[in-house]
């Protein structure tokens, strides 16, 4: 009997993340699915084929990445990209010109510049919104608005969109809403269970977790949309290549493993921060000061390992960013281990000067990704990195901080 795995009988996450999407391959059983590197598939006779024809339409690999993407979204169709970009890109290609879309004011730089410096041209229009507050996105639907797109949580000002309720502004006004998940993972918020149309990643950070590719992945539930998808997919061609699904692919396997631990490592070194710089500097979805905290703890199970922390001026930043040895000074986020950035010079700097300004994206903002390494050894490369910070006051520790440290064993 060939075993097939059936995801939609089995509700635990990890269990879908190790074999959703995947069964032994037919020719020898080997039980990881190959890497099809081919562009054809040869066909039997004139019309007749095994449902494989040319490899930018379908390819095994991305197949099986692509259902278990979806299993994990609690979706029913996945497309797999080049990029989180290209995926995005091709969505986009679902309105035409006049369409209006509502976006969400901080979203990733790169989303930004493909709206405002390439699909604007195209006679798109959008308005940039703070859909922290609902009622600012149903005050910007117009009789043209086909959709939303919000990214919660936001990158890197750690804003947070409830998903359930602008979803109900997205249908009331006939419109799609789409959410990038990104940065929670499918581990710790799945949109679509909460009204959202399209889900998109960019799976080069949590899903494949690993920094060693790059990938986008969009997930629907209707089959009508999907079917409006696969044709831009296929069409306009920016699909993932099966080694980098195949990558991805294995990376999903442990993205619960992965994401527990990124999740302990950021609220531990959210409350070193805290200690060091004040919770008004510090922003971390799971600190019980964040102001969208209560929304957090609603529409995800976790908060992750993303961190901001504001250092007020770039040179304190730069201080920071100079002396770190564990953490490493680059962009993108999501893989196992820890890195460190500015986002006004580094992902953000397609923004604007100004427009980052009125966002508080600051020179002085540094964004933790926080890995997957033992946090003792991330809190002691902080505490080297911030010794001797220009201009600093150094805090006293607060009570809380000092009972805590007292507690914690050597080495944790
Ligand atoms: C990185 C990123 C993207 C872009 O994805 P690429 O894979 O780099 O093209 C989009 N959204 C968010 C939130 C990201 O972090």
């Known amino acids: 009997m060939t075993r097939v795995f059936d995801e939609d009988l089995v509700p635990g ?5 190790i074999h959703a999407g995947q069964r032994p391959d037919p020719l020898a059983g080997a039980i990881m699915t190959p890497v099809y590197l081919t562009s054809t598939y040869v066909q039997e006779g004139l019309g007749q084929n095994k449902g494989y024809e040319y490899a930018r339409g379908k390819n095994p690999t991305r197949e099986a990445f692509e259902r278990n993407v979806a299993a994990l979204e609690n979706g029913r169709h996945g497309f797999a990209f080049a990029s989180g970009m290209g995926c995005l890109d091709s969505i986009m290609k679902l309105f035409r010109a006049g369409d209006h879309v509502i976006c969400a004011e901080n979203v990733y730089g790169g989303t930004f510049r493909l709206f405002d410096k390439i699909l604007q041209h195209f006679g798109l229009s959008f308005s940039f919104v703070d ?5 600012r996105v149903a005050d910007a639907v117009t009789p043209k608005t086909r959709a939303i797109l919000a990214e919660t949580p936001s990158n890197p000002l750690m804003r947070l969109t409830d998903i359930a309720a602008v979803a109900d502004i997205a ?4 419109a799609l809403l789409i959410v990038d998940n990104t940065f929670a993972s499918p581990y710790f918020q799945r949109p679509l269970e909460l009204g959202a149309d399209i889900v998109y990643h960019s799976t080069t950070k949590y899903l494949n977790g690993h920094s060693d590719m790059i990938g986008g992945c969009a997930v629907v539930r209707d089959d009508g949309l999907a079917e409006r998808l696969q044709f831009i997919h296929n069409a306009a061609g920016a699909v993932a290549g099966p080694f980098d699904a195949w990558l991805a692919l294995r990376g999903t396997k442990t993205l619960h ?14 409350k070193w921060l805290v200690d060091r710089v004040g919770h008004e500097n510090v922003y971390y979805i799971g600190l019980p000061t964040h102001p969208q905290h209560e929304l957090a703890r609603r529409q995800m199970t976790g908060f992750g390992g993303m961190i901001s922390v504001e250092l007020g ?3 304190r930043a730069a201080h920071v960013l ?4 564990v953490f490493a000074l680059a962009e993108s986020l999501g893989g196992v281990e820890s890195l460190i950035s500015q986002p006004a010079g580094m992902t953000h700097a397609s923004v604007p000067p100004d427009r980052r300004a009125a966002l508080g994206l600051s020179d002085g903002l540094v964004r933790l990704s926080c890995g997957v390494e033992d946090v003792g050894d991330l809190l002691a490369d902080l505490d080297q990195a911030f010794e001797g910070i220009p201009g600093e006051a150094r805090r006293e ?10 507690k914690q064993p050597a080495g944790t």
């Open 13 to 17: 996450f990890g269990t879908r993340a």
């Open 131 to 135: 859909t922290r507050d609902p009622q």
């Open 171 to 174: 249908h009331r006004a006939g």
């Open 257 to 270: 493993l992965r994401m527990r631990q990124h999740d302990a490592n950021g609220r531990e070194i959210a």
């Open 313 to 315: 001026t770039r040179e």
């Open 322 to 325: 100079g002396r770190v040895r």
């Open 397 to 406: 520790p607060t009570p809380s901080a000092r009972s805590r440290d007292t």
